[in-house]
């Protein structure tokens, strides 16, 4: 997992992958685990577009 840590400490991401889970209820890692599956179907779909645009971009300098 450590090769998925951002570099700086203090970045979000870091934090939120090192935090301590024993503290929380089921019902709190079930609405950790919901906003972070939204948050990956939103990542999915900026990808999703950035490769869109590229290809957009390669076809029209294609031409």
């Not at 997992?1 to 992958?17: C, F, S, V």
């Not at 990808?47 to 957009?56: E, L």
Request: net charge negative.
């Amino acid at each position: 997992m450590e090769d998925y840590l951002p570099k700086k400490a203090d970045d979000p991401l870091a934090r939120l992958l090192t935090q301590d889970l024993d503290p929380m209820s089921l019902a709190e890692l079930e609405s950790r685990i919901a906003a972070l599956e939204g948050e990956i179907a939103r990542i999915r779909a900026k990808m999703k577009d950035a490769v869109n645009h590229k290809a957009s971009a390669e076809a029209l300098f294609r031409r």
